[in-house]
């Protein structure tokens, strides 16, 4: 089974969410996929077992076989390649940010003058905090494929455990890429005009998605605005979270709620029934 | 003119709330809305908008089901995942029924069964589609067309406190990066018809495509950050960023005295690495009531903290 934590913006808490989650409940595994920023294991200061490199595809021209036709820098959609033809002589030209890994200059190559080369965009770390394992995904700075980093950490979960999806804030490709294929989605929320927006579209995704999804409000205060938003669309609220200095305390030196305040671990124990129940 | 852009790493340090100060702070400037993903400015300045136009980002591609022989060649060669081969189980159903029917017919069946399995219905996810036309260039038929991906709408509006450009993409769309560089160019245009002082960018959180697209050519980042590990680590991560694209920073410290510790060890770091933290501001229940009242705090009250803030932008701008 695999629940997703998401939230339209960062800073809501869904770390502190996922990390607690997955520390109530047994046989499960955490995998950070907010690869620009991942901090799960800021909490968890797991053991590292294994490093991965995420490459994606670029193409690797044959300067003996190409004729410097530049069909393709005509198929590229993306603008990645550009031909110079000067006299007899020239050159291709990748701009590797630019290159999406499609493969079609490499396919389509009349001289099959190219073949695939790798290019490192990110690193997968795997490692363990005492029964939970832990994956994360990490994109390199000033890399943009994101989406190709989440899709190679949840690659690695395994498929016997509970699996806890820390998703990236927002809703494009990143956090389509983490929420697919999970079975649910808390979506994590503030009680604030921002907070009801942003979760507004963070629902809309899961139901684009096909989702099930419930809602945990933090830093509960006047809760009326999320609350109405939720008996609208009827989405479970599952569990409101105070503003509590000790919370805020805790989490800025990175000790998971679940540790600070182990009453806590019930309480999410019973959030994973419910979730249960529901799918 | 200079453009300042404002981001933290991380989300929900207080961005927007200082982008809002710096709004209702500095006269003639034009407010830009980078944060395509999740919009919030527009919450504090309630703009009125002027012009709605469509930014179409990309292409996705569409299968013919007349065309298509159910080859599957567009499927083999897409990288992403984007094209999903439908079985259709019903004709298997049928094709029992006929084998009952007509029992003396048996190898007849089997073969006509397993032309039947192979029938199904080839389509484009469109979640999934990058757009990167190669499938239409393998489609024997050519029933594969790429029609532009409207991907969101971006707005003109006047607020009280100046323009202001600001977007909305759609769910799951990509671009993101091409949408802000084009509010950016919007921005700098208008700000140049108007003769506008300043730009000021409230950016998006990470630091992927957006905030890289929210990045090039500004006069100046200020990253926004809170006293916690994470707020920290990602703050680390996008001065890291504007290095790499050689822009000057400062940092504000946000709620620096919910951990007055890891404030000084953020402090350390940063000047370390050769940066200003040019301000501190206090944790402050007028802050959060200011946001729950969708104001910009500069305007919401008259206090000491007020006064601290304009300072701070007085060193900023």
């Not at chain 1, 805790?250 to 799918?279: D, H, N």
């Not at chain 2, 409230?202 to 006069?219: E, K, L, Q």
């Amino acid at each position: 089974m695999v629940i997703s934590v998401a939230s339209g913006k960062g800073g809501t808490g869904k770390t502190t969410v996922a990390v607690s989650l997955a520390l109530s409940i047994e046989n499960s595994q955490i995998i950070d996929c907010d690869v620009e920023e991942p901090n799960v294991h800021l909490f968890l200061n797991p053991e590292i077992k294994q490093e991965i490199e995420v490459t994606s595809v670029v193409p690797e021209v044959d300067k003996e076989k190409c004729n410097l036709c530049g069909y393709c820098s005509k198929v590229c959609a993306y603008n990645a390649l550009s031909v110079i033809k000067l006299d007899s002589s020239g050159d291709v030209i990748l701009f590797p940010h630019l290159c999406h890994g499609c493969e079609g200059c490499i396919l389509l190559c009349p001289e099959k003058a190219m073949k695939p080369a790798h290019r490192g965009i990110g690193m997968i770390k795997i490692g363990s905090f005492d029964s939970l394992e832990f994956i994360e995904g990490r994109l390199n700075i000033s890399e943009v494929l994101a989406p190709k980093v989440i899709e190679k950490a949840k690659a690695y979960a395994k498929k016997d455990k509970i699996t806890i999806v820390d998703a990236p804030p927002g809703t494009s490709c990143p956090a389509v890429a983490a929420i697919k294929d999970s079975d649910f989605c808390i979506l994590v929320t503030e009680p604030t005009p921002f907070g009801l927006h942003d979760l507004e579209l963070a629902y809309e995704v899961t139901q684009a998605l096909k989702i099930k999804s419930g809602v945990i409000i933090n830093k509960s205060g006047d809760d009326w605005l999320i609350e109405g938003f939720c008996r609208k669309n009827k989405i479970p609220v599952f569990l409101k979270i105070p503003f509590h200095r000790k919370i805020a305390e805790a989490y800025s030196k990175g000790i998971p709620l679940v540790k600070a305040m182990p009453e806590y671990k019930e309480i999410f124990q019973k959030i994973y029934k419910e979730i249960r129940e529901i799918i | 003119m200079k453009q300042i852009l404002i981001i933290s790493g991380k989300g929900g340090t207080g961005k927007t709330f200082f982008t809002g100060c710096l709004a209702t702070a500095l006269n003639n400037k034009v407010l830009v809305d980078c944060d395509v993903d999740a919009a919030n400015l527009h919450l504090l300045l309630h703009p009125e908008i002027k012009e709605t136009h469509d930014f179409t980002g990309g292409k996705i591609a569409s299968i013919d089901e007349a065309k298509c022989i159910q080859c599957g060649a567009c499927k083999e060669v897409c990288k992403f995942n984007a094209i999903n081969e439908i079985f259709q189980s019903f004709q298997i159903e049928t094709l029992k029924h006929s084998r009952s029917v007509i029992p003396s017919l048996p190898i007849l069946c089997h073969s006509e069964r397993q032309r039947r399995i192979s029938s199904s219905v080839f389509q484009v996810d469109e979640l999934s589609c990058e757009g990167c036309t190669i499938c239409s260039y393998v489609c024997p038929e050519e029933a594969i067309t790429l029609n532009d991906r409207i991907s969101g709408q971006y707005f003109i509006s006047e607020t009280r406190y100046g323009t202001l450009i600001h977007a909305r993409l759609g769910i799951a769309q990509e671009n993101s990066g091409k949408l802000v560089t084009k509010l950016r160019e919007l921005a700098k245009e208008t700000a140049q018809e108007k003769g506008c002082e300043y730009v000021v960018i409230d950016g998006p959180p990470g630091v992927g495509c957006p905030v890289m697209a929210s990045m090039t050519g500004v006069d100046l980042v200020v990253a926004v950050t809170e006293p916690t590990l994470s707020g920290m680590h990602d703050l680390m991560r996008v001065i890291e960023l504007s290095k790499h694209f050689n822009i000057p920073v400062k940092v504000v410290i946000n709620k620096h005295d919910l951990n007055t510790e890891m404030s000084s060890q953020i402090v350390k770091a940063v000047e370390s690495s050769g940066i200003e933290v040019c301000g501190k501001i206090p944790f402050s229940e007028d802050i959060l009531a200011s946001v729950k009242a969708g104001k910009p705090f500069l305007e919401f009250t008259k206090n000491s903290l007020t006064k601290e803030i304009e300072e701070l932008i007085g060193k900023i701008t």
